[in-house]
């Protein structure tokens, strides 16, 4: 329903209009329509632009998308996580958990305003590589020099391909595609060695236990000295305790090196186990490639070669190598003669961790007004405030839980978050004190249902609870299913077999039951404003969920607010 430069919707839609554009691609006449631009905050305050296409051009950018997705999703990298079925931000950070540990330098590289500056040609001449069709490629052309009405000013695109496309996202993966494959090549090049060298230090710490141990032996042997051996066992185990402080195996081997990568659209991360000026050489070969090769710069602000275990963020996480300090763990290990012998097995170094940015959460409790983190002093939010308390509670448990649940794979994230959980919970109360106009004493009290906070009220005649969400209520854990959206039920009841062309063709409006047409796709009311009372028309809606044929005479009279009673309660 968000009009392009022409101000047409997908409301209105027919199969006449289907046929004309498809009729106007095969032809060669089919010219997209300039982007409509328009501006999103982003999180540093500054603005995003977006470009929105008309409807027509979405429907093109939707059938060229799908042929671009079954040509080159199953050559696209497996390090590649964003804009991809099956794919997304948690999926890349599991990847650099799972994968990454022992990286000794991470290579953070910020590619400068990566959308705006793809470049035209050298996109196309990657698409002509694998498609050997002159038309298609020509329409992909016009697609990016389209231009874009700001503020009704046309501008020319000479490069780039406008964030809010429908195609944008697969054109941006196609682009950087080369990347990955460049990372590959290098990555082969790099790689040396199965395994690390002992470590001197370590392996004279055992072979000094071992000594004494064969000492100990031949004591029991000859004699029954028990203090001569108890003096030996303490020197095993202040040994043992030196060991335990050295590393088993050279961490800098120069005859071991690894390079890892991952990338989520135009944010990549590069791990490197080696020397740091492994970490550097490799950071000016990507830096070199991106201009050569892609014809794009990176920002020497942000770009760098930064110790793991300092950290680099990564969408959103700090990502970083950890040690943990504890002694380790007890493990069976087999004896020589047989039978098993408890050992304490040290933790191993290294491993990836990620962490909540605090910035994060301030950016977060800032940008919603919720209060002062550092005072742990929540405010009253006057958006809320025309609200039924219910509303308010409903309003803070979905902010609250989106933040969580996108950090529910962090390391201690209900640690990481309670200081802010508490903010939330003054920042509801105040707010419902002020719509009361009582203490926040008072609506504590009222609002108080054991640990939790929360309010019932009457649906439809059944009673219902709306709880406050709590971190207790967060699941930690990594995901299981890769697919993380969800999808709600009226998405699962929309794909039925009953689709929008089998409808349109179906000859027959849904409001009055006129067989002559012409028929037109009309977008009802929101679903959530249909009553449940009975399941059945529920689920017809649900079906038809944002869609409806309508004749062109139903469709004015309903736009018009002339319908008739009995054919208005069907549209609705």
């Known amino acids: 329903m968000t009009p392009g430069v022409d101000g047409q919707t997908f409301d209105g839609m027919t199969l006449a209009r289907l046929d004309r554009l498809v009729q106007s691609v095969a032809e060669g006449r089919y010219r997209p329509r300039p982007v409509r631009r328009v501006y999103i905050p982003k999180g540093n305050g500054k603005m995003r632009p977006l470009g929105i296409p008309t409807a027509d051009d979405r429907i093109v950018q939707e059938a060229a998308r799908m042929i671009l997705a079954a040509i080159y999703e199953p050559v696209f990298s497996k390090h590649s996580h964003g804009f991809r079925a099956g794919h997304s ?132 042997a000859t004699s029954a000295d028990k203090a001569e051996v108890r003096a030996l ?45 492994d970490a550097v050489r490799i950071m000016a070969d990507i830096q070199h490639f991106l201009a050569d090769r892609l014809n794009l710069a990176v920002s020497p602000e942000k770009t760098g070669v930064r110790d793991a275990s300092k950290g680099s963020p990564f969408l959103g996480f700090h990502v970083c190598a950890f040690t943990l300090r504890s002694a380790g ?65 409903v309003a803070y448990s979905s902010e609250f839980r989106g933040f969580a649940n996108y950090y529910a794979i962090a390391d201690g994230v209900k640690g990481s978050l309670d200081n802010l959980e508490l903010i939330v919970i003054r920042s509801m109360l105040a707010t419902v004190a002020c719509r009361r106009r009582v203490g926040r004493a008072s609506v504590q009290k009222s609002l108080l249902m054991g640990s939790d906070y929360g309010v019932s009220t009457m649906v439809r005649g059944q ?93 004015v009279a309903h736009h018009g607010g002339r319908m008739t009673s009995g054919t208005e309660s069907r549209v609705h």
């Open 89 to 220: 931000c948690h999926t890349a950070l599991e990847e650099i958990r799972k994968t990454w540990t022992g990286v000794k330098w991470l290579i953070e590289v910020d590619v400068r305003g990566f959308f705006d500056n793809i470049d035209h040609d050298i996109l196309l001449g990657l698409l002509a590589r694998r498609i050997d069709d002159p038309v298609f490629i020509g329409l992909i052309g016009t697609m990016l020099k389209a231009g874009c009405m700001d503020d009704w000013k046309f501008e020319r695109t000479y490069s780039g391909t406008p964030q809010g496309g429908v195609i944008s996202p697969l054109l941006a993966n196609i682009y950087l595609h080369e990347l990955d494959q460049f990372m590959e090549e290098m990555r082969t090049g790099f790689d040396k060695g199965a395994e690390r060298k002992a470590n001197p230090a370590y392996t004279a710490c055992s072979r000094q236990i071992a000594a004494l141990r064969t000492e100990i032996d031949a004591i029991r």
């Open 233 to 277: 066992l303490g020197r095993i185990k202040a040994v043992q305790k030196e060991r335990r402080k050295i590393p088993s195996v050279d961490p800098m081997d120069p005859n071991f090196r690894r390079l890892r990568y991952c990338r989520y659209a135009d944010d990549f991360l590069v791990g490197v186990i080696g020397s740091k000026a």
């Open 329 to 393: 763990t007890m493990a069976g290990r087999q004896k020589v003669g047989g039978g098993t012998r408890r050992v304490l097995r040290r933790s191993t170094r290294g491993n990836i961790k990620l962490w909540v940015p605090r910035d994060r959460v301030y950016a977060f409790c800032r940008r919603k007004k919720l209060g002062n983190l550092d005072l742990r002093n929540g405010w009253a939010r006057p958006q809320f405030l025309d609200s039924s308390v219910a509303e308010i509670i």
């Open 463 to 555: 009673p219902r609870v709306h709880k406050l969400w709590r971190l207790k209520h967060l699941v930690v854990k990594a995901w299981d299913n890769p697919i993380v959206d969800k999808i709600t039920v009226g998405s699962r009841l929309a794909q039925s077999p009953n689709d929008l062309a089998t409808r349109l063709s179906a000859g027959e409006c849904e409001a009055c039951g006129d067989t002559d047409g012409p028929f037109e796709m009309h977008h009802p009311n929101r679903l959530k404003d249909k009553p449940r009372d009975q399941m059945k028309p529920w689920k017809e809606s649900a079906r038809r969920r944002r869609t409806i044929v309508l004749c062109h005479k139903c469709h």
